[in-house]
């Protein structure tokens, strides 16, 4: 055999065992990438809150709020209900709102993302389904599996494995799903809410809120509010904290004499609601805010004690009669949080985006 026949027959031999491998070899599952919660949240969004839910476990509030949450109305604990409560593996939650035109009703959807088993947690809605009398149906959606009730016309769930799940209804959720798989840019590219969460800071609850022209009068209803300098705040930021409860509000305005006049009009406010909002709360946690206007940003950095959040989100949740208004009041710690230089919003004065998503 000549050398070059002897290379030829090598070179086969190879190639056959190549190709042997490649088709005998198990098939391996690839799973999709793992996303955050912003991750799957449109880019064109108005409004998106996030959650960090591990931080929520670490505060008082929190563990109780998650204890409650725990129980279904009517059906008793979720966790006897599924024998392993999606909560549990729940680490982030954002919530987003779409923007729709003016005239179109504001739609809400949910990503959940944790360390949850995508078979056992669709397994768990179906029970919930069942449970409430309905009849779950389960569709594929791209990698996604879906859950609806058959006889409901409003909401469903999809979730594929390694998550997120998403919580929508129609288009908002279609959005989501195709957010995820890449179709559609995330909030992540968008630089005014990527702006003003640089601003606010790292904190366990952010929300970020884009406000078109003409907010303030669709919001109360009044034409006069054209004239507020409120209505022409075109972003907002809150950053909360639970253990210590911290606040941190961020205000962007189309101007610094518009920002200074902002700041005036919540100073008043807090001195002017000061006993209203004793009467309904038993005390005043505005009394100590600090606000302050630096270029086109109004800053408000508020600290609560833990009875102030708990008492607060009773009242707004309607489970707590108003305090008697000579409840004494409980001291908060007086240390502000440390200020930074002038911020820049300049992405915020570009309309809340509608354009291409992409992520």
């Known amino acids: 055999m000549t050398r070059e026949r002897r290379a030829e027959s090598v070179l086969l031999l190879v190639l056959i065992a190549a190709l042997v491998w490649v088709f005998a070899r198990p098939a391996v599952r690839e799973e999709p990438v793992r996303l955050s919660a912003l991750g799957a949240v449109p880019r064109d969004a108005m409004l998106v809150l996030t959650l960090d839910a591990d931080a929520l476990r670490k505060s008082t509030w929190g563990r109780d709020l998650l204890a409650h949450g725990q129980n279904l109305r009517g059906l008793g604990s979720l966790d006897t209900l599924c024998h392993d409560s999606p909560l549990e593996r729940l680490r982030e939650l954002a919530l987003f709102v779409p923007t729709v035109p003016a005239d179109e009703a504001l739609d809400v959807g949910v990503v959940a993302q944790g360390e949850f088993d995508a078979e056992v947690t669709l397994a768990c809605i179906e029970r919930v389904v069942n449970a409430r009398g309905g009849s779950p149906i389960r569709s594929p959606l791209g990698s996604f599996t879906s859950i609806r009730d058959r006889g409901a016309s409003r909401g469903e769930i999809a979730m594929r494995q390694g998550g997120p799940l998403i919580l929508g209804e129609g288009r908002t959720l279609r959005l989501a799903v195709d957010t995820a798989e890449g179709r559609s840019e995330s909030v992540r590219s968008n630089e005014a809410h990527s702006g003003l969460r640089v601003e606010v800071g790292p904190h366990a609850l952010i929300v970020s809120l884009l406000l078109p022209p003409g907010w303030l009068t669709r919001v109360t209803g009044l034409e006069v509010a054209r004239a507020s300098p409120l209505a022409q705040v075109r972003a907002a930021a809150v950053g909360i904290d639970l253990e210590p409860v911290k606040v941190?509000?961020?205000?962007?305005?189309?101007?610094?004499?518009?920002?200074?006049?902002?700041?005036?009009?919540?100073?008043?406010?807090?001195?002017?609601?000061?006993?209203?909002?004793?009467?309904?709360?038993?005390?005043?946690?505005?009394?100590?805010?600090?606000?302050?206007?630096?270029?086109?940003?109004?800053?408000?950095?508020?600290?609560?004690?833990?009875?102030?959040?708990?008492?607060?989100?009773?009242?707004?949740?309607?489970?707590?009669?108003?305090?008697?208004?000579?409840?004494?009041?409980?001291?908060?710690?007086?240390?502000?949080?440390?200020?930074?230089?002038?911020?820049?919003?300049?992405?915020?004065?570009?309309?809340?985006?509608?354009?291409?998503?992409?992520?």
């Open 248 to 359: 941190d509000v961020v205000l962007g305005c189309e101007s610094d004499a518009l920002a200074r006049e902002v700041a005036r009009i919540l100073e008043g406010f807090s001195k002017d609601a000061g006993g209203l909002i004793e009467l309904e709360l038993g005390r005043n946690p505005l009394e100590r805010a600090k606000i302050s206007a630096r270029g086109r940003v109004v800053r408000l950095q508020l600290d609560l004690d833990t009875k102030d959040l708990d008492t607060l989100s009773r009242r707004l949740l309607g489970q707590l009669p108003a305090a008697a208004p000579g409840d004494a009041p409980i001291g908060v710690d007086d240390a502000g949080r440390s200020r930074v230089d002038e911020p820049s919003l300049a992405a915020t004065d570009a309309q809340p985006p509608t354009g291409d998503a992409g992520d």
